[in-house]
């Protein structure tokens, strides 16, 4: 449980009248509370929940150069400036008639010079030497530095090593050999030293710092020696999850961490006495975040290896032998649409056109609907355009010409299409369609970014031309600086007629002095789709039937190739109704995507290594979609290991008691359609289906 303190010190309150002929059906504003608690457990982070009646908008001045808002009051802040340190904070509640209140509170932080657990796990509290981890899968990967609000952006979305892939080779061996030794003096400072062998692994973007030239990554000889001093922050704006997570390192002197891309700022994603997991911001392209994971031991290849098992005993099984529906005694459902987390397109049922067992073998189908409708709500949007208060006005976007490149996240998506209704308020030739299908997330939508800043010093209001199946639909307005989405600003409209175009406004008055370049637009937000999905599917699990803590389990399948499908066989922590995702772990035991249809993978979630930053790893699989074969893994006490047909071990995770894997877990089956990593939907799909041989427990 968090401890926190409580620091409530009102200085003065300001308040601004209403005018006499308030606007009907308006709440007065009033009744302003601040409660700033103080998080001990996070060093300099401070929760502040303010509540007002007939609140609107909730603005904060931290009292430290930095400002946030909050359409509900909660925001949370972290001061980063080491010492003891007192912020006057501004808070100033906006109501919906228009008027205002401002109170001040007092917070004051402990920020220590260095976090204490953190500086003893990196240096082992003298001197501790890390390793690339050239045995995990990721030790080297890339991904976008910011990609939406969704989260994509927080894991090495494009790239990620297998293991031992950059070692063995002319091109990259230099890279598996560094040792970057950290250390902490008396005084408490902290030091770095990279002993690179004399060669570096240069990203081919930055050959020029070593002299040379080419068209991929190399290994140079590169000088990259002398004790480079280590300053230790608190990520700004990050909310870290434990002592030992949400720092940064800076190191002095151009020092960098073993692969070179000019960068000596390394934010650590994860810090145990076996894991040192960093993420850095390429110098030359701030749009590529690159990740390395490094160990306390040197990685050393053994080859390929077959999984020589201790548990031979047939314990379970279901060879899927009678036809109809799962066997009851073994099998329920997960029902209904949602995304379940993942911006996935489908709704699950236990539909025998989406799930059965016929010849022998277990039949889940994903189907596209059947009229070809995408149901849930559509919108559209024309004409985004900055408003003067003396009615000037400045184009945005009118999707006339090229149109904008969209990222839709929770499941939306949104394209440029000939005017459906070219009538009333637009006329005009071309505009958005916003599609929220049945499955997508209540805050699905979509963005687009813009070659220069919006110009909020001459314009003080926004106006879109909207389209919308239903009147009181909430449209909000998302300026976004694409940089730094901690710099936004948000501004909610409702749609007041159907089925017809309307032009509403956004007040930008209030919205903070940032660089805004991403336009993101949210339809019938806060609002779950309703209608016939755009496909379905099954999800069908063990759990309250059978479960078990440790064995080896066997699955032999045939995967569906459709682009857009995801079909997974996995395992959850028995525990997740009481602890939640992911404190009660995840083994996914195959996982594949039709968009690869060569590859399969595998992976373990659990805290501190979980969604973008789960222990994964993928094997070749060339003959997944067209043959069947058999998934394993050997859980154990003392690790967890994948393998493919009996014959490579492509993944294999040390088990301890410090983590969720040694208690009761149950099976799931599923095939999910789209979501983050399902990925673009054949627009042709119609159905494709995982066939199920068998599954086998030995213990």
């Given at each position: 449980m968090q401890k926190v303190k409580y620091i409530i010190v009102a200085l003065f309150m300001v308040f601004v009248a209403c005018d006499e002929d308030d606007t009907p059906g308006t709440v007065a504003l009033a009744n302003l509370t601040v409660n700033p608690e103080v998080n001990d457990e996070s060093p300099g982070q401070v929760i502040f929940r303010t509540t007002a009646s007939g609140a609107k908008l909730f603005s904060y001045d931290f009292g430290d150069g930095s400002t946030g808002e909050s359409l509900s009051g909660y925001i949370v802040k972290s001061y980063t400036e080491p010492g003891q340190n007192s912020y006057t904070v501004t808070i100033t509640v906006t109501g919906d008639d228009g008027t205002t209140l401002t109170e001040t509170v007092q917070v004051t932080v402990d920020v220590p010079a260095t976090n204490s657990a953190f500086v003893d796990t990196l240096t082992n509290g003298s001197s501790k030497t890390w390793f690339l981890a050239a045995s995990q899968p990721g030790h080297l990967g890339v991904g976008p530095s910011r990609d939406g609000i969704d989260g994509d952006w927080w894991y090495p979305k494009w790239y990620s090593a297998s293991a031992f892939e950059k070692c063995g080779s002319e091109i990259s061996d230099c890279f598996c050999d560094d040792e970057l030794t950290f250390s902490v003096d008396s005084a408490g400072e902290v030091s770095y030293e990279l002993d690179n062998k004399g060669q570096t692994f240069f990203n081919v973007a930055h050959l020029g710092a070593a002299g040379g030239m080419g068209d991929e990554d190399l290994c140079y000889d590169f000088d990259a020696s002398g004790s480079k001093a280590v300053t230790i922050a608190m990520v700004s704006g990050n909310v870290p999850d434990a002592e030992t997570t949400g720092m940064k390192l800076d190191l002095s002197d151009g020092g960098f961490m073993s692969y070179y891309v000019g960068s000596s700022s390394y934010e650590v994603l994860a810090l145990t006495e076996d894991l040192l997991y960093v993420r850095t911001i390429d110098a030359l392209n701030p749009d590529l975040a690159w990740y390395l994971r490094f160990t306390?031991?040197?990685?050393?290849?053994?080859g390929e290896e077959s999984l020589e098992t201790i548990y031979t005993n047939l314990v379970w099984a279901d060879?899927?032998?009678v036809d109809g529906a799962p066997d009851p005694a073994n099998w329920t459902y997960d029902l209904g649409a949602g995304g379940w987390g993942n911006g996935e397109a489908q709704s699950y049922t236990d539909d025998p056109e989406n799930v059965k067992v016929e010849g022998g073998m277990l039949k889940i189908t994903a189907k596209a609907a059947d009229d070809g409708n995408v149901s849930g709500a559509t919108h559209y949007y024309d004409d985004v355009t900055l408003v003067a208060t003396g009615g000037a006005?400045?184009?945005?976007?009118?999707?006339?010409?090229?149109?904008?490149t969209f990222t839709g996240f929770g499941g939306n998506s949104t394209v440029v299409i000939d005017n459906p209704d070219a009538s009333g308020d637009n006329t005009s030739t071309k505009v958005a369609e916003s599609i929220k299908p049945v499955g997508a997330e209540v805050w699905a939508g979509s963005f687009f970014d813009l070659t220069a800043p919006l110009d909020l010093t001459t314009f003080s209001t926004m106006?879109?031309?909207?389209?919308?199946?239903?009147?009181?639909?909430?449209?909000?307005?998302?300026?976004e600086n694409k940089a730094n989405a901690e710099e936004f600003f948000e501004v909610d409209a409702n749609t007041t007629v159907a089925e017809a175009w309307e032009t509403l406004t956004f007040d930008l008055s209030g919205a903070p002095a940032f660089t805004y370049d991403r336009v993101v637009l949210f339809f019938d937000f806060g609002v779950s789709p309703t209608g016939d999905a755009a496909y379905t599917s099954a999800r069908i699990k063990s759990e309250n039937l059978y479960e078990l803590t440790y064995g080896r389990v066997e699955i032999r399948a045939k995967l569906p190739s459709a682009g857009g499908t995801w079909p997974a066989l996995w395992a959850l922590g028995a525990n997740f109704d009481e602890v939640g995702w992911p404190a009660c772990g995840e083994i996914d035991i195959m996982e594949h995507v039709g968009n690869n249809s060569n590859t399969t993978s595998s992976a373990i979630h659990y805290p501190g290594n979980f969604g973008g930053t789960a222990v994964t790893a993928s094997t070749a699989v060339p003959t997944a979609t067209s043959e069947f074969h058999n998934y394993t893994v050997e859980w154990t006490p003392d690790y967890i290991k994948f393998v493919v047909d009996e014959e490579l071990i492509h993944l294999s995770f040390v088990n301890s008691t410090d983590t969720p894997f040694n208690s009761d877990f149950f099976f799931i089956m599923n095939i999910a359609v789209g979501g983050t990593l399902g990925g673009a939907i054949d627009p042709a799909f119609t159905e494709d289906t995982m066939e199920v041989d068998y599954i086998r427990v030995y213990q």
């Open positions: 306390a031991e040197a990685s050393e290849e053994v060879e899927f032998d006005t400045s184009t945005v976007e009118d999707f006339e010409g090229t149109a904008p106006s879109v031309k909207t389209w919308s199946p239903a009147t009181g639909a909430v449209v909000r307005l998302k300026l």
